[in-house]
């Protein structure tokens, strides 16, 4: 019989930052960015600052030696630690790998929120990251946004590679770009294309009723890519690749979607300093016109929203 342990009683203290105080873990930008005379170059920046993050759970010593496993093929590798607070968990078991990506010199990460979930949907009770030179760490998760899909991690380590954010609002369709993540657990990869789109919305890759405003690219994204970097061609960090398009999302067929980072910037700034990400609302439902409305508006046409049905008690719902 399997036996889960609580992740509460496994993880150290959660690292926290003082509100107003989240921005800090982004640098501030220093002189103009450079633009680099090969790809080999740029690659040669980015890749040491992105990591392989694998998700696991704890079980009990008996359920660890399962003969089955091998059977099934099941992996029950777990990354070992060399550095920084890593070490070993002989009860800990791997279930998948995702990628991420180094925002700060002081080890705070950004990957996805479906990365640090397991196969049973539930949050992993323990993270390990990896970077490309095969240094292993523990990893907290500071904070955890399915609305967005992303995730903020943080290991104790100083003096890391990391990537400076991009103003994803200046992205447009043509620019190059680079994807770079662990793809199949083959390792650190990188590929290359452009952005095919901006602004990508309305496709139901999170969690319903998530937020959605997709950089598409046709760089080669797969399995394992999820929480990676997509760099602009000035080796900052434009996106975090999240999605692909394509058979039940098994392979790339040149569809495939990251997280702007403006957005990331605004969802870890807050994961940094409360854990989770506080949201206002209106009340009301929005819904898009359909041609019965506009002309029942006597409108040719109409761009916007309608305005649905007010939600029972929400903050526009007049109180008596």
Not at 37 to 66: C, K, M, Q, Y
Not at 196 to 213: F, M, P, W
Request: hydrophobic share 40%; with cysteine; aromatic share 6%.
């Amino acid at each position: 019989m399997l036996c889960f342990l609580s992740p509460s009683s496994l993880r150290a203290e959660v690292p926290r930052l003082p509100a107003g105080q989240g921005a800090v873990i982004f640098a501030a930008p220093s002189g103009a960015a450079p633009v680099y005379p090969s790809d080999a170059d740029l690659i040669d920046t980015v890749t040491p600052a992105v990591v392989s993050v694998f998700p696991a759970r704890i079980v009990e010593g008996a359920d660890a030696e399962n003969p089955l496993d091998q059977f099934f093929n099941r992996d029950r590798s777990a990354p070992r630690g060399n550095g920084g607070d890593g070490g070993s968990r002989e009860n800990e078991r791997v279930q998948g790998v995702g990628s991420g990506v180094v925002i700060s010199a002081d080890g705070w990460i950004v990957t996805n929120s479906h990365v640090i979930h397991l196969q049973n949907g539930k949050q992993a009770d323990a993270i390990s990251v990896e970077f490309a030179d095969r240094r292993r760490y523990d990893a907290e998760i500071v904070g955890d946004d399915p609305l967005t899909d992303l995730a903020l991690l943080k290991i104790k380590a100083t003096g890391l590679p990391f990537l400076r954010l991009a103003d994803s609002d200046s992205v447009r369709v043509g620019d190059p770009v680079y994807a770079v993540g662990n793809p199949f657990k083959i390792g650190i990869t990188a590929t290359k294309g452009m952005v095919s789109a901006v602004r990508r919305a309305n496709l139901d890759l999170t969690t319903r009723g998530g937020y959605e405003s997709y950089i598409q690219t046709d760089a080669a994204i797969n399995p394992g890519n999820s929480g990676g970097v997509l760099a602009d061609r000035h080796g900052r960090l434009a996106g975090i690749n999240t999605a692909i398009w394509g058979a039940a999302g098994r392979f790339n067929v040149g569809i495939g979607f990251a997280i702007p980072s403006n957005l990331v910037r605004n969802v870890v700034t807050q994961l940094a300093e409360r854990g989770q990400v506080e949201r206002g609302f209106f009340g009301w439902q929005i819904e898009e016109p359909l041609r019965k409305d506009i002309e029942a508006a006597g409108l040719v046409s109409m761009a916007g929203a309608k305005l649905g049905q007010v939600m029972e008690g929400g903050p526009q719902r007049r109180r008596d």
